[in-house]
């Protein structure tokens, strides 16, 4: 038994294991000193997991963009951070134009929707010429060079628009309809008006784009394309075109979350989009890269992991401003999963290696 | 469709459009203005100018090239330079826009200073815009001209050019090392002007350069074929020699360059160690190592622990103490963070190494360690290395020690890439499933070139600790990472005299040129993406080992006295 | 290349299948192949050869089954251990290391029989440089022995394709086996080049004295060559046997002609 065992797997497997029991051990134990300590009671932990939900719905949304794309080329758009970035950014200048108009005060929910869309159709044009200029070009090279490329373009567009914008942080404006908590239905709910808010949008947006790749005629293409190129393309899908589809598809979805994550957090510059690519990059393969319902839960669980992770595990740790240590959470738990479970929590289509 | 007719004047607007957006690109990110200070020419051409004109030269150039494959040479200079004309338009449209409505709100750069550079010394905009559209056609028709021009010459233009560009922008530099020699000041007064170039210098260069290109051009410069020629006894003595020679060289370097060439150097040295060390682990393993900057944390850090004498004191170390410490931490983290990444998809092991550098990155800058390792506020009052009595205090002396670190680090790198290691590593870069096939434990070979990587990482991380005497967080960031990934790719991955070449031009000239900081990552970024669509072997490639000597003489060692396989055949 | 023999036959497979989720690309498979032999393994596109070559190799893990190499068990190892047991191949559509010298690509076929390390390059010990010279001998050896002489130092993607194809037999050669499994390897060649391929593999046995276990599709090729023949068919044995009690099997004649004919049309067009 244990002969048969080892023959498969040598010590870095063992080693590999004891990493991640380790941690798991110290998840346990961290968690169950915060709880039994009684440090925070239950509405804390409530308002923890709602903003972890309005932010992992952000993350969510960009994950799409890394999951249609993956599922097609197979390559990680690194530089879909900076396609969330081009929108929201962009889209910060009309803002203060309405807000100083007054326009916002008066019919902010057009003004909403003004914001998304300007943010939706500048993350599509960066997504587009992005697939024209440094992708494209690159089909069929080996796996590394079209991401080199993707990393090159992710930091081109990120020094871009600091040049061009300015590198100080920018605020977004206020929307004051959208200030406190939730009152609906003659009462008041434990969730902030905007959290709301954002967590219907991005949920909205989410069964669009399930119903645009199940149903459309567009969407079946692209999945014809993600199983089989050359087959889709004997079957007269316009292969090239489904992929510019799929990147401005993407796009569209990181300039709604961008809108969105300007709702929630107010500030923007020229980097914000890095570390949330990352994450939803993260929470991409967590849900399994290429399934799109996937990036979504794992959109989700992700923003609520790192939204209770701090207090909840490290705390208990005895770990100092636990804060600080927030993307450590994220990145870990991206570890976490390449070796326990690399397809991801809701599987991976692809097949056992051919030779 | 007739071919004749490809080439139209549709064309030429598009050509033209793109110019005239690339140059907006140029002008609204802020590079015209931010180097329209530094003068290439005297009182005539500015680094800001050569970048709002550069985008018309080179579609005039792409245009012609185009259009004289299919069209007669009098169509393609004159589309040349309606290229030029059309991408003027686009410019002279932004000035008029600028001009007029207030754009600073959203694009921070149009400043009435921009307006005042875009004016190009015209009083009036009409005036600004006639020598913008002027000029742009004349540009144009620059770029198609040379496009026209055998290859010969325009290569012998193309280094004379690069030649006068490189010592317009070193004028400082010059000035700073030699300025004070009494053989310079002659030289200085003939090639520099108040700012930049004389006219007289760089007509001197521009013809040095050529003549040198053409010299090398016409075969007659071919020292490697020469010795190659050579009976063996001859060609040791003539190795031995060059050997000697450059070595004499690298050593006197500091002494006659200075202290602020040799801090340059120095720092492009430490990046050459990390090269050569991310060079084993991308370009020889085919990992993509992103986060390659943590294990040169850990080298600095540790040295900076070991070693302080500040606040954070701990066992007070000497640097030579805590320095194969250090490089085995880096290595021991690289084992460490190599089990569990190494069984992943090369995309993959990218992101999360990637992860594991901000995790890094994190953990330094938290309260959590921040008894042990300062925090945001870092490390201070880290002694400079000494043998004996001689104190390594300046970059003069701290040269010797990057020196030395790039040589052991060199020979560690040059021995493994040709052994049976070396070869496992690129068969594994080209086709893992296969090296298993054949034979090659994956994860162990994919871990001895991490560690090795790590442990290069490690030494430049403790010399910079040493270097610096302090070290702080921010030092530490991606940016690390990505520009030693860059070095290596123009370089060519791979190549181990790529890693020389790349560091000299990425981390050396951004040194030259301190308004070009801004930009630094920008021209990176667009480098990277440049490279991998353009040329992606690099400037320097790997050579195929042999293959240019391969005919005669199968084993001929390259310039190394000691040849791995001398005595076969 | 003398090893000693520990039983009559070097490979033996016992029941080996191979899933696929639903479909079972091998079933049931078992054969003996004798030392000394060239045996083929032949069948109708699609029919599980080269799926049975992965699983012989490792690269894929058997459903059920074991494989026997000269006595031991190698079911369920890595394949870099199978290879030192003594197994080396070469793939269907080519697989070289394209961006190393042919050269290069022959000496890491040798990398399971040398030793040398991390340590022993840096420091450029005696042993590693005996070893590394010897290796380059064998390797110029095998080069010239495929026929490659003259071409050690081109890169393997800028060799034509039949050359590729002797490049990866000496690569496999290399590695010092005991069994060698050739995937197709006159996949994409014309009649003259299938015809001196086909002399190539009857000299392998005769000149190195090791074994090969050979897949083809085409039947004819492997007719002329074999000591016993395997026909498979939808991942089973239909048909096993000297060549001549194969080719008058009315299974197989069913199995190529009836299905299989369509088939083969196409993979000679293609070719
Ligand atoms: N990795 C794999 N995943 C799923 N099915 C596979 C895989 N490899 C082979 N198959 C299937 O197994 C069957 C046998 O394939 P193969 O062994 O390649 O046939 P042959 O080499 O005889 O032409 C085919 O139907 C093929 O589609
Ligand atoms: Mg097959």
Redesign the interface.
């Known amino acids: 038994m244990f002969h ?1 065992f080892m ?2 797997h040598d010590t870095t497997d063992i080693v590999m294991w004891l990493i991640g029991f380790g941690l798991l051990a110290a998840v346990i134990y961290g968690s169950f000193v915060t709880l039994s300590s009684g440090k925070y009671d239950a509405s804390v932990w409530l308002d923890f997991t709602i903003f972890g939900l309005a932010q992992g719905s952000v993350y969510a949304l960009i994950a799409l963009g890394y999951t249609l794309v993956y599922g097609i080329l197979f390559m990680i758009n690194f530089a879909h951070g900076e396609v969330f970035t081009g929108g929201v950014f962009t889209a910060y200048f009309v803002a203060i134009a309405l807000e100083n108009s007054g326009f916002i005060e008066r019919h902010w929910v057009l003004s909403l929707l003004i914001l998304m869309a300007v943010a939706m159709t500048v993350s599509v044009l960066v997504a587009v010429v992005l697939e024209r200029i440094a992708y494209r070009p690159l089909r069929g090279a080996p796996r590394l060079v079209p991401l080199i490329t993707a990393i090159g373009a992710s930091f081109f567009l990120q020094y871009t628009y600091r040049g061009i914008y300015g590198s100080g942080i920018k605020t977004y404006p206020d929307f004051p309809a959208l200030d406190g908590k939730l009152n609906m239905f003659g009462r008041e709910w434990p969730i902030l008006t905007v959290q709301a808010l954002v967590i219907v949008v991005a949920a909205l947006m989410m069964i669009f784009l399930y119903w645009y790749v199940q149903k459309t005629k567009a969407g079946k293409a692209m999945r014809a394309v993600a199983e089989d190129k050359e087959a889709a393309a004997l079957m007269g899908i316009d292969v090239d075109r489904v992929i510019v589809n799929t990147f401005a598809l993407g796009g569209s979805m990181a300039g709604v979350a961008g809108i969105l994550y300007a709702l929630l957090f107010k500030q923007v510059n020229a980097f914000m989009g890095f570390i949330p690519g990352i994450k939803a990059f993260t929470a991409a393969v967590l849900g399994g890269i290429g399934n799109v319902p996937g990036a979504m839960l794992g959109g989700l669980f992700l923003g609520i992991v790192e939204s209770l992770g701090p207090s909840l595990i490290l705390d208990g740790l005895g770990i100092p401003s636990p804060y600080q240590l927030k993307d450590a959470i994220a990145f870990t738990l991206l570890v976490l999963v390449l070796i326990f479970r690399p397809s991801g929590i809701m599987g991976e289509r692809l ?3 051919k ?1 | 469709m007739d071919k004749e007719l490809k080439f139209s004047w549709s064309e030429i607007l598009k050509f033209g459009a793109i110019a005239g957006i690339v140059a907006i690109y140029v002008i609204l990110v802020g590079m015209v203005e931010a180097f329209n200070d530094r003068y290439i020419i005297s009182e005539t051409v500015t680094l800001g100018q050569i970048a709002l004109f550069s985008p018309v030269f080179l579609l005039g150039y792409f245009a012609a090239d185009k259009a004289r494959q299919i069209k007669s040479t009098g169509f393609a200079i004159l589309s040349s330079a309606l290229v030029g004309l059309v991408g003027g338009i686009f410019v002279a449209a932004l000035l008029f826009l600028g001009a007029n409505i207030n754009m600073r709100a959203v694009f921070l750069n149009v400043s009435p200073d921009l307006l005042k550079i875009l004016h190009l010394g015209q009083e009036t905009m009409l005036g600004a815009i006639a020598a913008n559209l002027i000029i742009s056609a004349i540009v144009g028709l620059f770029g198609g001209l040379f496009a026209l021009t055998p290859h010969k010459w325009s290569n012998a233009l193309l280094v004379g050019l690069s030649i006068v560009l490189l010592m317009g922008i070193m004028q400082e530099l010059m000035t700073i090392t030699f300025g004070s020699k009494d053989w310079y000041k002659p030289i200085g007064k003939f090639i520099y002007a108040q700012k930049g170039l004389s006219w007289g210098g760089a007509i001197l260069f521009l013809i040095l350069g050529a003549a040198y290109s053409l010299w090398r051009g016409s075969g007659k410069f071919r020292p490697a074929a020469k010795v190659a020629k050579m009976p063996a006894k001859q060609r040791m003595t003539v190795s031995l020699t060059a050997w000697a020679l450059g070595l004499i060289i690298l050593l006197a370097l500091p002494k006659f360059l200075g202290s602020y060439p040799s801090e340059i150097l120095t720092t492009v040295g430490i990046y050459i160690i990390m090269g050569l060390g991310l060079n084993i682990v991308v370009g020889f393993a085919g990992l993509l190592d992103l986060g390659y900057v943590a294990f040169f944390a850990i080298g600095a850090y540790t040295v900076g622990v070991l070693t302080t004498t500040g606040k954070l004191a701990t066992v007070g170390w000497s640097f030579w103490m805590a320095l194969p410490i250090a490089v085995f931490l880096a290595m021991f983290a690289g084992v460490l963070l190599g089990i569990p990444v190494l069984k992943m998809r090369g995309d993959y092991l990218a992101i999360v190494t990637l992860g594991f550098g901000e995790i890094i990155r994190v953990l330094v800058l938290s309260d959590w360690l921040k008894p042990f390792i300062g925090g945001a506020q870092g490390i201070l009052q880290i002694p400079k290395p000494h043998i004996g009595g001689f104190v390594f205090k300046g970059p003069q002396q701290m040269y010797y020690i990057v020196l030395a670190g790039i040589l052991l680090v060199g ?2 790198a040059w ?2 890439r040709d ?6 590593w ?2 594994m870069r ?2 893992e ?10 994860v162990s070979t994919k871990l ?1 070139a991490f560690a ?1 990587g790590a442990a290069f990482a490690g030494l430049a991380g403790a010399i910079f600790a040493a270097k610096l005497g302090s070290i702080f967080p921010q030092s530490f960031n991606l940016i690390v990472s990505i520009n030693v990934l860059s070095l290596i790719i123009v370089g060519g991955i791979g190549s181990l005299p790529g890693v020389v070449v790349g560091a000299l031009i990425l981390v050396g000239l951004p040194e030259l040129l301190r308004e070009f900081a801004d930009f630094r990552m920008l021209f990176y970024g667009a480098l990277l993406v440049a490279m991998m669509l353009v040329k992606p072997e690099g400037f320097v490639p790997e050579k ?4 240019e000597l ?1 005919e005669k003489e ?1 084993f001929a060692p390259e310039i190394e006295p ?1 040849a ?2 001398r ?2 055949i | 290349m003398t090893t000693e023999t520990k039983s009559k036959f070097i490979l033996e497979t016992v029941h080996v299948t191979k899933q ?1 989720g639903g479909l079972t690309a091998v079933k049931d498979l078992s054969i003996q192949v004798p030392q000394k032999s060239i045996y083929s393994v032949i069948g109708p596109n699609g029919a599980g050869k ?1 799926t049975f ?2 699983c012989i ?5 058997v459903t059920e089954g074991d494989i026997i190499l000269d006595g031991e068990s190698i079911v ?5 251990t ?3 047991k003594g197994i ?2 070469t ?1 269907q559509n080519i ?1 070289l ?5 042919a050269l ?1 690509n022959v ?3 040798h ?2 029989r ?1 030793s ?3 340590l ?3 420091l ?1 010990t005696p042993h ?2 005996s ?3 010897k290796t ?2 064998m390797a110029m050896e095998l080069l010239a022995f495929v026929g490659l002489k003259g071409y ?4 393997a993607t800028n060799l034509p394709y039949g050359q590729q194809r002797r490049l990866e037999i000496a ?1 496999a050669l290399a ?1 010092e086996p005991k069994l060698l499994l050739l995937d197709e390897p006159t996949a994409g060649m014309n009649p003259s080049e299938t015809e001196e391929m086909t002399e190539f593999i009857d000299n392998l046995r005769k000149e190195l004295g090791i074994t090969v276990l050979l897949i083809e599709h085409d039947m004819r090729v492997v007719m002329s060559i074999s000591d016993i023949i395997t026909v498979l068919d939808y991942g089973e044995k239909i048909a096993e046997g000297a060549p001549d009690d194969v080719r008058a099997n009315p299974r197989v004649i069913e199995a190529y002609l009836g299905r299989g004919a369509a088939t083969q049309h196409e993979t000679q067009a293609a070719a």
């Open positions: 048969r023959r498969r097949s056992e290696k030779a | 020979y560690v021995r493994l052994a049976r290691v070396g070869r496992a690129k068969a080209e086709d499933d296969v090296a298993e096939a054949m034979g090659i434990h994956l001895m090795t195929t080992h042999a293959r391969s199968p000691e791995p396989a005595e076969t | 696929f080269t070559f992965n190799t490792g690269f894929y893990k369920g190892l890595r394949p870099d199978i290879v030192k080396s191949r793939y697989r290391f394209q961006n190393l010298t290069e000496m890491v076929g990398h399971p040398m040398a390390g991390w022993g390059a840096v450029n590693t440089r070893e590394e010279r380059r001998e050690e130092y081109e890169l690569r590695s």
